[in-house]
């Protein structure tokens, strides 16, 4: 079965969806995504993204095209069209098309586009061996809250990782954690967890929250704070956290082993309560 999209109003096959030349999501990169995870048919904290893509719409100073109601039953749409019972739904709305001048064109009509694909978490191989990351330093702008299209040092810096043979970077800003290429990193040291405040040098994760939460629920101790390279490079653990790879130790850093090198403790506990919380929110769902 062809995967099928929605563009601008119509749902079709993936190959068949067309952008004119002058769309500025293509031109500049002027526009905003998100990505969402569906587990079971039903999207993972749908609210909590459409508030995330408001946010990223209000800071480009794009208008919402849709209230959040509309995009739930639009995701609800572009599920049941499509097959797999867990996908990973894309949304994407750029600043639509105009002749080409930075400055923002006084009519245009936004772009909006969905997609959805399966969606492939990490494999138990991977949750019981951890995965590689190498450290880098963080030379994206300084608007990395805002979810813009506009990804091409994320792509440099995950393919920096890719040829390091590693799973992500974690980088560095001013000698302090900040992100990954598509994650967020989390550090554990001494049974406390750290976590890099929301601020515009990460994006506000989903999965950061999420993650936040259980850590309380389960009364884990938190230090929300700026993390130095030091404290990164002795850590007990190292997480990475996003939607598709839901929580994933990093057991080597630039080679070296992360504590003892396995997947730690803090880490296990967190993971099957991520898996535990995930099931019950979606027979909550159901
Ligand atoms: C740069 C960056 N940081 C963090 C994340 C994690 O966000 P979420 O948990 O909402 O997927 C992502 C997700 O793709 C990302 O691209």
Not at 184 to 192: A, E, T
Request: charged content about 25%; proline content about 6%; overall charge neutral.
């Amino acid at each position: 079965m062809s995967e099928i999209v929605y563009l601008n109003g119509e749902f079709l096959p993936a190959e068949e969806a067309r952008i004119p030349v002058l769309d500025r999501g293509f031109i500049f990169g002027d526009g905003v995504y998100e990505v969402i995870p569906v587990y079971s048919r039903r999207p993972f904290r749908a609210a909590e993204h459409f508030q995330r893509l408001q946010r990223s719409l209000d800071a480009v100073r794009i208008a919402n095209p849709m209230t959040p109601a509309e995009w739930s039953r639009l995701i609800d749409e572009i599920v049941a069209r499509n097959s797999g019972e867990d996908q990973s739904v894309y949304l994407q709305v750029t600043r639509g098309v105009a002749k080409r001048d930075h400055a923002f064109p006084k009519e245009a009509k936004q772009t909006v586009f969905v997609m959805s694909g399966p969606l492939v978490t990490p494999g138990a191989d991977k949750v019981e061996r951890g995965v590689a990351a190498v450290t880098t330093v963080d030379y994206r702008w300084l608007r990395c809250d805002v979810k813009s299209v506009s990804l091409l040092a994320n792509c440099l810096l995950r393919q920096h990782a890719v040829d390091a043979g590693a799973e992500e970077v974690v980088m560095l800003r001013d000698g302090y954690l900040s992100e990954g290429s598509s994650s967020n990193v989390f550090v554990v040291r001494n049974g406390v967890l750290l976590a890099t405040p929301k601020n515009h040098l990460v994006l506000p994760g989903i999965t950061y929250d999420v993650v936040l939460e259980l850590a309380d629920a389960t009364r884990l101790p938190v230090e929300v704070r700026p993390i130095p390279e030091s404290e990164v490079r002795t850590a007990d653990e190292i997480w990475l956290t996003s939607s598709t790879k839901e929580v994933l130790a990093v057991t080597t850093l630039d080679g070296k082993p992360v504590g003892s090198g396995k997947p730690g403790e803090v880490f296990r506990t967190l993971h099957a309560e991520f898996q535990t919380f995930k099931r019950k929110v979606m027979r909550a769902a159901a």
